[in-house]
């Protein structure tokens, strides 16, 4: 059992900057894939970005790669999405997902086991 908690999310202006944290609890962080996703209202999930239990690898979503960024922190059991440029189309639902048993990086979420509850983005001026 995994339980994830994001926080950070906010409402911001165009060309901002925001970083989304999750925090992980139940088994050993480092051991498993982590990825955000997004949903905006009336909108299929998206694929955001993932990265690997050690760190060492990731993959982004095309409409934000070269804005967002991917980390985490195994000590403090916590991944990042450090989003820049942010646009209005950004908006949505911003929710992180573990995935115990990948061996490659995911970008369906039926391939994740376990989801947080979500946290609020919306870029307007």
């Known amino acids: 059992q995994v339980q994830l908690v994001e926080s950070g999310g906010g409402l911001v202006q165009p060309g901002d900057s925001l970083r989304l944290s999750c925090a992980a609890s139940g088994r050993t962080f480092s051991s498993y894939a982590m990825g955000w996703f997004r949903q905006a209202p009336g909108k299929e999930r998206e694929f955001v970005a993932a990265i690997t239990g050690s760190g060492a690898s990731s993959v982004y979503g095309d409409s934000v790669k070269g804005r967002f960024t991917i980390s985490r922190d195994n000590a403090k059991s916590t991944v990042y999405l450090q989003m820049s440029n942010l646009k209005p189309e950004d908006t949505a639902d911003y929710s992180c997902?573990?995935?115990?048993?990948?061996?490659?990086?995911?970008?369906?979420?039926?391939?994740?086991?376990?989801w947080g509850q979500g946290t609020q983005v919306t870029v307007s001026s």
């Open positions: 997902a573990a995935d115990l048993v990948g061996l490659r990086l995911e970008r369906r979420p039926a391939k994740y086991d376990y």
